[in-house]
């Protein structure tokens, strides 16, 4: 809900009044920052209806949940040189994990040998970045112009996009090979293939980082581009 806007929040704090007369369960998710509309309903439901509301923190994951959870999502053992920096600089938090290791086999820190992984480069080489946006804005980079241009256009477009918008704005010639690309490295997910192909962000965030590495003047630009294709 943290990137939810104000009628949808109101549209959600009036269906709060259901819970008292009908059997409605409402799940609300939301990151905790007080500076957000969406902390304001969460204070609202627990001062409304706080018999019956339940809330459930997530909390960082601690240190050695963080390294099981490197080791499982790299489905091979890992150096543990990698899988204790991966935890230093995790903070507790799944996505910088997942992220990590994607940025580490892209840039050939690690690599597959004998059934698991091992450095490709000297220890004292070994660097992750300390922020989950900062390795998604390395991978971002990464990318090549066509791919780069189309995730772009559907981060101005929105967390969901489909096909018919993208082919208005981009060239349809390139566009299915760079959303290939973006699905094999797993930063847009396929939503549905008929009428036409629907698509999202694996992650808000990822569409937060690639809408935060164009200029002014590139958003300027491609909200123009989008609005003239929506006319």
Known sequence: LHWADEFTLQAIERLLELTESEPLGIVLLYRSERDVSSWGLGEHVRQRYPHRYVEIELRPLPGEATQVLAQALADAPLPPAVADLIAQRAGGNPLFVTEALRDLVERGVIRRRNGGWELAVAPDQLEVPALVQGILQA?????????????????????????????????????????????????????????????????GLVQEAAYANLTEADRQALHGRVGAALE
């Open 139 to 203: 991978r971002l980079d990464r990318l090549d112009p066509a791919a780069r241009e189309t995730i772009a256009v559907a981060a101005v477009i929105g967390r969901r996009f489909g096909m018919p918008l993208l082919e208005r704005v981009l060239d349809p010639a390139t566009l299915p090979a760079a959303l290939s690309e973006l699905q094999r490295l797993e930063l847009i997910v396929e939503e549905r293939r008929r009428p036409h192909p629907e698509y999202r962000f694996r992650h």
